[in-house]
C-alpha cells in the first residue's frame, strides 16, 4: 500500500456549498434536496416530509379527575340501583347486569387512558356514546326507576365532555422532518461523519451532506470525510461537487477502492444525459 504523509497546507479544500444560495426560509427534501418538496410527501422522489411525533405529556389534573370517574362510575352506579330500586324488582335484573358486566370494560379503558394510548380514547369515546342509546332504550323498554337511567345519561354525558377535554393529553401530533438544531449538533469532525451516516442510513442523503460538510470543515484532510460527502453530492445530481470531493478523497487515498468505484461510477453518469437533482 502506497504510504503517504500529507500536510495540511497540501491537502485540497472543501468545496463551496452548493447550496449556499438557498433563499432565507427555504426548504428542501432530505433525501433528494428538492427545493420546496411539497407538504406531506416530496413531489419527486416521494420520501416523507412529515412523521407523527409522540412525546408523552405530564399527567394532567383533567386526566386524573376523568379517569376517577371512569373507575368509580360503576360502582357509584350500582349503589344508586340498590337504594333507588323498583318495588317487587330483585337484585339481580337487566340493570344491574349490564352494569355489573360493564365494570371491567371500563376499568381496562381507563389503564389505557392512563397510559396516553390514543385507540383507547376513540374506543372509550364510541363505548360511551353507544352506552347511551342502549340506557334510554332500556329505560323505555322496562320502565324502571328513572334515577338509575338519568344518573347513568348523566355520567355518559359527563365522561364524553372530558375525553373530548383530554384530547390533546393522547393525540399524535405531526412534525416537519428536520435537521438537529445548529447547537445540538456534534462538534467533532467524528461526531458530524457519525451522526451524517444515520441520516444516510435511513436515507436522508441531503442531512447527510450537510452534516459532512461540516465533519470536512473541521478536518479537510481526512479522505474518508471527502469520500463521504462526494458519495452524497453524487446522490443528490451535484456531480460538479462530487467530483471535486471525490477526487480529493483519491488524493487523500490513492490506494482506497470505494474511492475508485465511485469515481468510476461518477465518469458513468457523465456520459449520460442528467438533469441536476438538487434544483427545481
Not at 372530558?162 to 393525540?171: G, H, K
Not at 458513468?268 to 437533482?277: F, G, K, V
Given at each position: 500500500m502506497n504510504q503517504r504523509i500529507t500536510h495540511i497546507a497540501d491537502a485540497p479544500l472543501?468545496?463551496?456549498?452548493?447550496?449556499?444560495?438557498?433563499?432565507?426560509?427555504?426548504?428542501?427534501?432530505?433525501?433528494?434536496?428538492?427545493?420546496?418538496?411539497?407538504?406531506?410527501?416530496c413531489r419527486r422522489c416521494g420520501e416523507r416530509?412529515?412523521?407523527?411525533?409522540?412525546?408523552?405529556?405530564?399527567?394532567?389534573?383533567?386526566?386524573?379527575?376523568?379517569?376517577?370517574?371512569?373507575?368509580?362510575?360503576?360502582?357509584?352506579?350500582?349503589?344508586?340501583?340498590f337504594l333507588y330500586m323498583a318495588p317487587d324488582t330483585s337484585l339481580l335484573n337487566i340493570w344491574t347486569i349490564i352494569l355489573v358486566a360493564q365494570l371491567p370494560l371500563w376499568?381496562?379503558?381507563?389503564?389505557g387512558?392512563?397510559?396516553?394510548?390514543?385507540?383507547?380514547?376513540?374506543?372509550?369515546?364510541?363505548?360511551?356514546?353507544?352506552?347511551?342509546?342502549?340506557?334510554i332504550a332500556l329505560?323505555?323498554?322496562?320502565?324502571?326507576?328513572?334515577v338509575l337511567p338519568v344518573s347513568v345519561i348523566l355520567t355518559?354525558?359527563?365522561?364524553?365532555?372530558?375525553?373530548?377535554?383530554?384530547?390533546?393529553?393522547?393525540?399524535?401530533?405531526?412534525?416537519?422532518?428536520?435537521?438537529?438544531?445548529?447547537h445540538a449538533l456534534p462538534k467533532t469532525a467524528q461526531g458530524a461523519y457519525n451522526l451524517g451516516v444515520e441520516?444516510?442510513?435511513?436515507?436522508?442523503?441531503?442531512f447527510a451532506a450537510r452534516l459532512w460538510q461540516r465533519a470536512v470543515a473541521l478536518q479537510h484532510v481526512e479522505g474518508h470525510y471527502r469520500r463521504a460527502l462526494g458519495m452524497a453530492y453524487l446522490r443528490l445530481g451535484e456531480r460538479a461537487a462530487a467530483e471535486h470531493e471525490l477526487r480529493s478523497a483519491h488524493w487523500l487515498m490513492p490506494d482506497d477502492t470505494q474511492t475508485m468505484h465511485l469515481l468510476a461510477t461518477l465518469d458513468?453518469?457523465?456520459?449520460?444525459?442528467?438533469?441536476?437533482?438538487g434544483t427545481t
Open positions: 472543501p468545496t463551496p456549498d452548493p447550496w449556499e444560495d438557498d433563499p432565507p426560509g427555504a426548504s428542501r427534501c432530505p433525501a433528494c434536496a428538492l427545493v420546496e418538496p411539497g407538504r406531506d410527501r416530509l412529515r412523521q407523527q411525533v409522540r412525546i408523552r405529556k405530564p399527567i394532567t389534573v383533567e386526566l386524573i379527575v376523568l379517569l376517577v370517574i371512569i373507575i368509580g362510575r360503576g360502582p357509584i352506579i350500582l349503589v344508586i340501583a376499568w381496562i379503558c381507563a389503564g387512558l392512563a397510559l396516553r394510548w390514543r385507540w383507547v380514547w376513540f374506543t372509550t369515546i364510541i363505548l360511551f356514546l353507544l352506552d347511551l342509546p342502549l340506557e329505560q323505555i323498554t322496562q320502565r324502571g326507576n328513572p355518559d354525558i359527563m365522561v364524553v365532555g372530558m375525553l373530548i377535554n383530554v384530547y390533546d393529553e393522547v393525540r399524535i401530533d405531526t412534525a416537519v422532518i428536520g435537521m438537529l438544531p445548529d441520516y444516510s442510513q435511513a436515507g436522508q442523503w441531503y458513468e453518469t457523465a456520459r449520460q444525459p442528467h438533469t441536476d437533482r
